[in-house]
C-alpha cells in the first residue's frame, strides 16, 4: 500500500519525461554514476556557457521511476545552475534523506517527497547530482 503511494502519477509522468533529455553525444562534459544501494545507474553529459553555468543536459538512467523522476527534476531546473549551486543543492538533498531539514529548494523534488521514507531509492534520488559534481567541481 505504501509503495503505491510512492509511484503516484505525478512521479511516473516525471519519469517519461527523461525523453526531452535525449542522449547527445557531442556534449563535451559526461559523467556517469551509480547507486551502491540499489544498482541504479546514470549518465549525464553537459554544455556549459560562458560562465560555467549549464545551458545543455543529455541524460541515460538505469532507475526504478523513482531515480527517474529526480533525474528529471534535476534536468528539469539545472539550466542556468553552476558548480556552487548543483553543490550546494546536492548537499541539502543528502542532509534532507538523512532527515535534517525541510525539502531542499529545488523545484519540482516535492514529487518524489515521500521517497524519503525509502532509504533503498536515496542513492537513486542523488544520481543526477553527482553525476554533475564530477563534471563541476567546486575546488
Known amino acids: 500500500m505504501a509503495t503505491a503511494a510512492l509511484y503516484t502519477p505525478e512521479v511516473l509522468g516525471l519519469a517519461t519525461g527523461l525523453a526531452a533529455y535525449a542522449?547527445?553525444?557531442?556534449?563535451?562534459?559526461?559523467?556517469?554514476?551509480?547507486?551502491?544501494?540499489?544498482?541504479?545507474?546514470?549518465?549525464?553529459?553537459?554544455?556549459?556557457?560562458?560562465?560555467?553555468?549549464?545551458?545543455?543536459?543529455?541524460?541515460?538512467?538505469?532507475?526504478?521511476?523513482?531515480?527517474?523522476?529526480?533525474?528529471a527534476i534535476f534536468a528539469g531546473a539545472a539550466m542556468g545552475r553552476?558548480?556552487?549551486?548543483?553543490?550546494?543543492?546536492?548537499?541539502?538533498?543528502?542532509?534532507?534523506?538523512?532527515?535534517e531539514g525541510d525539502l531542499p529548494d529545488w523545484p519540482g523534488l516535492a514529487a518524489i517527497a515521500a521517497a524519503r521514507d525509502y532509504p533503498g531509492r536515496h542513492g537513486a534520488i542523488r544520481l543526477a547530482w553527482q553525476a554533475a559534481r564530477q563534471l563541476l567541481p567546486t575546488d
Open 23 to 71: 542522449w547527445d553525444d557531442d556534449l563535451p562534459l559526461k559523467a556517469d554514476a551509480r547507486s551502491k544501494s540499489c544498482g541504479s545507474t546514470i549518465a549525464l553529459a553537459l554544455g556549459l556557457d560562458g560562465q560555467g553555468r549549464i545551458d545543455r543536459i543529455a541524460l541515460r538512467s538505469q532507475a526504478c521511476a523513482i531515480g527517474q523522476a529526480a533525474a
Open 82 to 99: 553552476d558548480a556552487r549551486a548543483i553543490a550546494a543543492a546536492d548537499d541539502a538533498i543528502a542532509a534532507w534523506l538523512a532527515g
